[in-house]
């Protein structure tokens, strides 16, 4: 996956703010040439699909107790090369003046697919010793 760079910082959420609107958002900018940065936000109020995608920005709501990025990343491995091999940044025209990008919306969803699945994935619980 040497193409996908996985941003290392985890944006910390307090109690309170998740108890007042903030959320994380599960990231990937497409850099263009087959190259992505995945990475997770934490943002106050949600973000717009038109501003994002003119930074070449895809986004996705995850839940606040989020942080396996690792791990999520390994298992959506192939939607999101397929995603990055297909991104490809663009000029502004008239014709297309919000997206900044243009990419294989299947690989996205494909990619949604496994983030969703993997935030809702059962966690085995720390084993305890017996006393």
């Known amino acids: 996956m040497a193409n996908l760079q996985v941003d290392p910082a985890r944006p910390a959420l307090t109690s309170e703010q998740t108890l007042t609107g903030w959320r994380?958002?599960?990231?990937?900018?497409?850099?263009?040439?087959?190259?992505?940065?995945?990475?997770?936000?934490?943002?106050?109020?949600?973000?717009?699909?038109?501003?994002?995608?003119?930074?070449?920005?895809?986004?996705?709501?995850?839940?606040?107790?989020?942080?396996?990025?690792d791990g999520c990343v390994a298992a959506a491995g192939e939607p999101l090369e397929h995603l990055a091999r297909t991104g490809v940044r663009q000029k502004p025209s008239k014709d297309n003046l919000f997206a900044a990008v243009t990419y294989d919306?299947?690989?996205?969803?494909?990619?949604?697919?496994?983030?969703?699945?993997?935030q809702r994935r059962p966690?085995?619980?720390?084993?305890?010793?017996?006393?």
């Open 24 to 69: 994380r958002e599960f990231c990937v900018e497409l850099l263009g040439e087959g190259q992505a940065r995945i990475f997770l936000r934490a943002v106050e109020s949600p973000s717009m699909k038109a501003d994002e995608l003119r930074q070449a920005i895809l986004f996705h709501r995850v839940g606040a107790a989020f942080d396996d990025l």
């Open 105 to 118: 919306r299947g690989a996205w969803d494909r990619v949604l697919l496994v983030v969703e699945h993997w």
């Open 123 to 131: 966690r085995s619980a720390p084993s305890r010793e017996p006393r």
